[in-house]
């Protein structure tokens, strides 16, 4: 079974316990065709299989020919589902496939642009956020015992996985101003105390 995810940004494919060996292995007969053409975006594909799956090696084989190939323009995730079954990769498949389609890069950052964000913040209800550069990365603070580690998915762009909360910072002429918080219902700017 497989399920296809594209928002015009992100395109891919989550596929769970692929018949491999389906019509005489038919699928290497489209992944020679498909290694023959040239990808117009790029695209995530995210296989599983679980571990007690009696077609488990042939998985495994196409599994490494999809990875092995490296296509231009395509990630390959496959998994084996520990004590797991057919029937039973479906769900993890999916949940697990959406997040590997839709995942946003992880960037490097320069430890002078955090610090350049790091500071005291105020939101508009008058609550103080604090941004620290914390072993190169940027850690936002609503207290001591509130925070979030922050991936960057661009210069000015951040991110939490643990929950949705983006940032995209507004800088003038080399200043920071604050930044716009994106959270699950909501979305404020965030003024930079000077």
Known sequence: ???VANDGEHNGYAVASPAIGWDREVLYNYEKTFS????SHPVRVYMTIGD???SRPAYERFAS???NRKYPGMSVLSRILENTGHSGTKSETYSRG???IFEKPKLKSDNNLLNKYAGIYISPAGNTIE???ENGSLVLYYSANNKYLLDAAGEADFYSTAEFLNIQFNITNDKVNGFQLNRYGSSEFIKKRD
């Open 1 to 3: 079974a497989a399920t």
């Open 36 to 39: 023959q053409q040239k990808l």
């Open 65 to 67: 020919t999809l990875i």
């Open 98 to 100: 959406l997040q590997y």
């Open 131 to 133: 941004l620290k550069q």
């Open 52 to 54: 007690v799956e009696r």
